[in-house]
T-cell receptor
Framework: EADIYQTPRYLVIGTGKKITLECSQT?????MYWYQQDPGMELHLIHY???????EKGDLSSESTVSRIRTEHFPLTLESARPSHTSQYLC??????????????FGSGTQLSVL | SQQGEEDPQALSIQEGENATMNCSYK?????LQWYRQNSGRGLVHLIL?????REKHSGRLRVTLDTSKKSSSLLITASRAADTASYFC???????????FGKGTKLTVNP
């Protein structure tokens, strides 16, 4: 059973607001990821981390930022939300097995709507 | 594109029938994974097949991997209405540890 949690589940905000999407896991996983997904579309990697104080940009350019101060916590922040940021944001984590990807555990996602 | 491509994009079948989905990729891989996503939810890992494996089973799921053709298939046997979901394959991007996902196959199983 996956122990990875995302809050909030749904968020509707106005343009220009600063928001933070929370993601926490209790499995002690080294690797954590943020994916962005529009309805019915593929997932795009926007940020990932291999451990504490390690963060990297993903393949899809994003105006969001992330931090990894604790192993279990990987929040994503948008300083000034815009309607183009409307999407579903999925957090995931995994063990780092021998330098290869092991299976990912996903949170339930945050559906963000920026008006 | 480095991302995998699932085929077909959408599949509609009757309960009891088998469903086959295919995935192609472009880089060398250590493993390939299949995930399921119910509408509006996160993904759930189904099965992982390593590059030195050709076939793997898990319950009603059967996955094959052909590294020479850079392709994989997911077979769901005796489908049920509860199998209705989108199915994604995933693999590392070009030697990195970043996991990239295909566009998915949307499966509808009609009761």
């Amino acid at each position: 059973e996956a122990d990875i949690y995302q809050t909030p589940r749904y968020l509707v905000i106005g343009t220009g607001k600063k928001i933070t999407l929370e993601c926490s896991q209790t499995m002690g996983h080294d690797k954590m990821y943020w994916y962005q997904q529009d309805p019915g579309m593929e997932l795009h990697l926007i940020h990932y981390s291999y451990g504490v104080n390690s963060t990297e940009k993903g393949d899809l350019s994003s105006e969001s930022t992330v931090s990894r101060i604790r192993t279990e916590h990987f929040p994503l922040t948008l300083e000034s939300a815009r309607p183009s940021h409307t999407s579903q944001y999925l957090c995931a984590s995994s063990f780092r097995g021998r330098g290869r990807n092991e299976k990912l555990f996903f949170g339930s996602g945050t559906q963000l709507s920026v008006l | 594109s480095q991302q995998g491509e699932e085929d077909p994009q959408a599949l509609s079948i009757q309960e009891g029938e088998n469903a086959t989905m295919n995935c192609s990729y472009k880089t060398s891989i250590n493993n390939l994974q299949w995930y399921r996503q119910n509408s509006g939810r996160g993904l759930v890992h189904l099965i992982l097949i390593r590059s030195n494996e050709r076939e793997k089973h898990s319950g009603r799921l059967r996955v094959t991997l052909d590294t020479s053709k850079k392709s994989s298939s997911l077979l769901i046997t005796a489908s049920r209405a509860a199998d209705t979901a989108s199915y994604f394959c995933a693999h590392e991007k070009g030697g990195s540890e970043k996991l990239v996902f295909g566009k998915g196959t949307k499966l509808t199983v009609n009761p």
